[in-house]
């Protein structure tokens, strides 16, 4: 039984994390577990919340009842493929949440961001086979929630050096440690031209890591795009 926790792509072919541990380990049993979960908070007892995705009952079962207790809670799904990418794909939106906040742009931006930016999760999540409804449960909305907002996220605090002026590089020595949505927006960048999905946020910042789009200018970029509804 394997449990994956890494929250990622392959960077050279695309594909998701499941889909390489059932090329690498074919036929084992496996889940995803993720969620809101800073580790400096679960390390001193703070009550957390999170789901395990697998295609298996006895996976789900046993690390449901291995972790629960009157400080961790596990809720289940079987639609793997969201769980993962509602984990992998947040930190990209807490990325550019950093950036606003490196801006001074405030609350409303803030929370526009975050809301828009769960609509794109939500467009590639489904487009690769995730069930929408589970990109507003604990691994998409609840960890957009709290990678965006919280002072632990190590993608915000990069984001918020590149909303300041720093480098990317500059932004990596300062934080660290490895810094997962930077990888993962030229992954994202790439799986929406391949699905042809409309994108604007993660292709705005796509542009800012790697065509030397100013900041600012995204943002007059984002705000100025055609009006359409909700």
Same mark, same amino acid.
């Given at each position: 039984?394997?449990?994956?926790?890494?929250?990622?792509?392959? /960077?050279?072919?695309?594909?998701?994390?499941?889909?390489?541990?059932?090329?690498?380990?074919?036929?084992?049993?496996?889940?995803? $577990?993720?969620?809101?979960?800073?580790?400096? !908070?679960?390390?001193?007892?703070?009550?957390? %919340?999170?789901?395990?995705?697998?295609?298996?009952?006895?996976?789900?079962?046993?690390?449901?009842?291995?972790?629960?207790? =009157?400080?961790?809670?596990?809720?289940?799904?079987?639609?793997?493929?969201?769980?993962?990418?509602?984990?992998?794909?947040?930190?990209?939106?807490?990325?550019?949440?950093?950036? /606003?906040?490196?801006? =001074?742009?405030?609350? &409303?931006?803030?929370?526009? $961001?975050?809301?828009?930016?769960?609509?794109?999760?939500?467009?590639?999540?489904?487009?690769?086979?995730?069930?929408?409804?589970?990109?507003?449960?604990?691994?998409?909305?609840?960890?957009?929630?709290?990678?965006?907002?919280?002072?632990? /996220?190590?993608?915000?605090? %990069?984001?918020?050096?590149?909303?300041?002026?720093?480098?990317? !590089? !500059? %932004?990596?020595?300062?934080?660290?440690?490895?810094?997962?949505?930077?990888? &993962?927006?030229?992954? %994202?960048?790439? $799986? /929406?031209?391949?699905? &042809?999905?409309?994108?604007?946020?993660?292709?705005?910042?796509?542009?800012?890591?790697? =065509?030397?789009?100013?900041?600012? =200018?995204?943002?007059?970029?984002?705000?100025?795009?055609?009006?359409?509804?909700?």
């Amino acid at each position: 039984m394997l449990i994956m926790c890494a929250k990622g792509f392959e /960077s050279d072919t695309l594909k998701t994390l499941d889909e390489i541990i059932e090329e690498e380990l074919p036929g084992i049993k496996y889940g995803v $577990l993720s969620g809101p979960s800073h580790a400096e !908070e679960v390390s001193i007892g703070i009550p957390t %919340a999170l789901v395990i995705a697998s295609k298996h009952d006895d996976v789900k079962e046993k690390i449901s009842n291995l972790f629960r207790s =009157n400080l961790m809670r596990i809720y289940s799904s079987n639609d793997v493929k969201g769980v993962e990418l509602g984990g992998a794909l947040k930190n990209i939106i807490a990325f550019c949440a950093g950036i /606003s906040v490196g801006l =001074n742009l405030g609350d &409303n931006t803030f929370a526009a $961001l975050a809301t828009r930016g769960l609509v794109e999760i939500v467009r590639l999540g489904t487009a690769l086979g995730a069930e929408e409804k589970t990109f507003y449960g604990l691994t998409g909305l609840g960890d957009l929630i709290v990678t965006c907002g919280s002072l632990h /996220s190590r993608n915000r605090r %990069a984001g918020e050096m590149i909303g300041k002026g720093y480098t990317i !590089e !500059e %932004a990596r020595k300062e934080i660290g440690m490895v810094i997962e949505s930077v990888d &993962n927006i030229e992954v %994202a960048y790439q $799986l /929406s031209r391949k699905y &042809n999905i409309e994108m604007p946020i993660v292709e705005s910042v796509y542009n800012i890591l790697y =065509n030397n789009l100013e900041p600012k =200018n995204a943002v007059d970029l984002l705000m100025n795009r055609e009006l359409k509804s909700e």
